[in-house]
C-alpha cells in the first residue's frame, strides 16, 4: 500500500489533480471542466466521481492520507474559498469541511500561489530555505511567501498579495477597483498594455504595429524581443524595472534568501530578469545588497497539483 | 529568589537596564552614557558594573535566567551588531557572545522596534494577537513585524525595515544613500522637511515661520496644529496620509490584525492617525477593509527595557 496525498489545484478553467507520494512522484492524474455546474455541490461531486475513476485504474494499492487544493481565493484559516472573482459560485465555499465530509481525510486550502510556495520548499529548489518567496507570473501576478519556515498566511489568511502593492499611485485600472497595482504592470496581461504604451510614445518600427491589442499576446512580445525587435525589447525593460523597484521595496519587510519565479510569463527569461536583477540591486536597502538570488522555479507542468499535495506534506514530514 | 530578565535598551546616547520579572514588573533599573568609552569591550565592563551595582541596591534576591539587548542593527540571528551607523564603534560587534561569556546566561539581541513589537505581545496590548506590527515613530520609523506569532526576522535577521521602503522613487535623500525612503516623510525628521516644504508652498501665515529649520521639532508643528494654525494641520494631513497609503501596502503582503504606533512622533495621537486611518481604508485591497485596528502601544515609558526582556521571556512562557 502507497501512503498518497491528493493535490487538487481549482482554475478558472479546469481542475486537475494528481496523487503524489511524499517524494512528490505522481500515482496518476485527472481532470475535469471547473465550471459546467451550476450548484458547487454538483461540481464537487463530478470532482469525486473522476477522483474515484482514477484511482480504480491505478495498479498500486493507493492510501489517501489527505487532500491539499489550491484554489482562487482559498482561505487557509478557514478552508473556504471567499468570493473568487473568476469562479461561478459566489460568496464563501466551504471547501475543506465539505471534500473533508465526504473522503473522511484532512483537507488544507489555499491559493495557488501560496500552493506554488509550499511545493518550491517540499518538492523544489527551496527545500533547504526558511525565508524565501513564488511568484507567479501569469495573467496576473501571484505571489506565495515563507518565512520562519511556515507560509505567511496573516491574520486572516489572505497575506501575501504583491501583486496589489500599489505602485504608482493614480495608475494603470486594476481589476480589483483600484489604479496602479503592481499586477496592471508586472504580468502578460500587464506586458500587452505596456506594449501599448510604448507603440503611442515611440516613431520606431516594430512587428507587434500590425497586431490589434484583443490578439496581442505577452509570448508575441517576448518573440518579437528575441528577434531584435527594439521596441519589444523596451517593453520587457520598462517591466523588468517595476518588478525589481516592487521586490526591492518587498525584500525591506521580509529579506527572503531567494525569490523564485513561476507561470507563463516568467518563460521570458533573462529578457525579464536582467532587468529585474539590476533594478532591485540598484534600488535595495544596503543591509541586503548582493543577498538575494533570483531563481526559476524548479517545480515543472505539474507544479500546482505537487505545491497543493505539499499542503499535507508539509504536516507530515 | 526571583527570576529576573535584565533587558537591554542600547540608544545612540544613552543606554538603559532594568530586571524584568514574567509579569512585566520591573525590580530595579540603571542606565550609563552609551559612546564615552573608545573600545567596545570597556564600555560593556562600565555596563557590567552598572548592572552589578544594580543588582546589589535590590532587597529581593534576584536570579537572572537571560539577558535580552535592543540596539541599532542588532541581528538577531547572529548575537551581532552589524555596522549601525550611530553607534562610534565600526563594523560586526560580537555583543551576545561577550556578555553571555561575562554573566553566564543565555542573550538574545535584536533592534529596538523588534524588541518593541515582542513586548507589546508579552506585556502590552498584542498579548493575543499573532499577527501584528508595530511602528515606532522617532527620528526615524522603525518596525517590528509579528507573522504566525514570531517575529519576522528574514534569513539574514534584518527584515521588517517599513521605514526604508520607497514611497517616493526619486524622492527625498534619505539618510541609507537612497531617494523617498517612508521615513524621510514619517517620522520627526520627516514632519521638519514637509513643514519646510509646506511653508515654501503656500503663502498662509503660520507661527513656524518663526522658526528656523535647525531649531524646528516635530512638536512645535504639533502644537501649532493644535491651536489650529492651518498650516501646521496641512503638515500633519499629508505625513498621515503618506503612512496610511505605505501602510496599506505593507499590510498587503503580511495582513497584520492590529498595528500599534510608538514613540514620540506617535504622541501627535489623532492628528497624525486621523488620516493614516482614512488613507488605509481608502487605498487598501477589499480583502483587507475594516479588518485592520490601529492602536497606541500599551507599554510606557518602560518599553524598550520591557521589548528587550521579552526577547528571553518569549522563549520561556
Redesign the interface.
Known sequence: MKDITIGIDIGGTNTVFGFIDSEGKSWGEGSIPTQTQERFEDYLKDLYKAIDQTIKKSEEDLHIIGVGIGAPNGNYRTGTIDNAANLRWKGILDLAKLVSEELKVPVKVTNDANAAALGERIFGGAKD????MVITLGTGLGSG?V??G?L???????????G???VR?GGRECG???RGCLETYVSATGVKRTAYKMLAKHLGDSSLRDVPFNQLTAKMVADAANKQDLLAKEIFAYTGKMLG?AL???A??????AIFFFGGLAKAGDLLFDPVRETLEK?I????KG?ISLLASELGDDAAILGASALIWNEQL
Request: charge should be negative; glycine fraction near 10%; proline fraction near 5%.
Open positions: 530555505m526558511s525565508d524565501f511567501i518565512v520562519n511556515d505567511l498566511y496573516g491574520h486572516d489568511g489572505f497575506a501575501g498579495e504583491v496589489h502593492i500599489i499611485p480589483c477597483g483600484r523597484e526591492a521595496n518587498v525591506t519587510i521580509t529579506s527572503p534568501k534600488n536597502l544596503f543591509l541586503y543577498k
